[in-house]
């Protein structure tokens, strides 16, 4: 059964330290997005990459995140460094692009104290 | 732009049918539809693209008036596993970018 993967599920962290999330996109999905969920902003794109190359960042806070996709198998979300305004649901999501919708990791739970 | 999705909440009993709306200000190329439960991912239901689609699948479909930007999801006969939150996802072209709605809460009782 073909799923995103993300890890670490739950992440507890002080804040001024680094914090890297993981994804592992469904094999043959050439569009990876990752995605910020909070109660206030709901759902906002952060950035999404086609055939690993970056298209779009402009969601993302450029002073304190990164993100990037080494390898067609992994896609990564760095955040250096963390701040409590950052604690939110973050979310992997890939596809096929014009073909299929967003098919979403579990996510990972960030707390920054 | 985040288009606007209406109702905002909505109860239900089951067995009864419920809309969904989404419209944007901006001309669409496609929409998504997707239910997330407490505490869950988003699950993704369906894509429309421009040209007046409809959609659908077991009791849940759609359709899309791309001169009017405006979807609609569209919920019969609901079932208990229906609830959670609905989100409604637009782009503007072929590029995938999506703008999220801010959801409808829909909750189906006994």
């Known amino acids: 059964d073909a799923r995103v993967t993300q890890t670490p599920r739950h992440k507890v962290t002080e804040m001024g330290q680094e914090v890297t999330m993981r994804c592992q996109p469904i094999l043959g999905h050439n569009t990876v997005f990752w995605y910020r969920q909070t109660m206030m902003q709901g759902l906002e794109l952060l950035a999404y990459f086609r055939n690993r190359a970056p298209l779009d960042d402009s969601g993302m806070p450029k002073d304190r995140f990164s993100a990037e996709m080494p390898d067609a198998t992994l896609a990564t979300l760095k955040i250096q460094p963390s701040e409590p305004r950052d604690s939110a649901v973050y979310f992997c999501?890939?596809?096929?692009?014009?073909?299929?919708?967003?098919?979403f990791g579990e996510g990972s739970r960030l707390t920054v104290l | 732009q985040q288009p606007v999705q209406s109702p905002q909440a909505v109860i239900l009993r089951e067995g009864e049918d419920a809309v969904i709306n989404c419209s944007s200000s901006?001309?669409?190329?496609?929409v998504h539809w997707y239910r997330q439960k407490h505490g869950e991912a988003p699950i993704f239901l369906m894509i429309l693209l421009k040209g007046g689609e409809q959609k659908g699948h077991d009791k849940i479909s759609a359709s899309f008036n791309e001169k009017k930007q405006q979807s609609s999801l569209y919920l019969t006969a609901s079932q208990l596993s229906y609830s959670g939150t609905y989100f409604c996802g637009t782009a503007t072209g072929t590029a995938s970018k999506l703008t999220f709605g801010t959801g409808t809460r829909l909750q189906v009782t006994l």
């Open positions: 901006k001309a669409l190329y496609s």
């Open positions: 999501a890939s596809g096929l692009e014009g073909v299929t919708g967003r098919f």
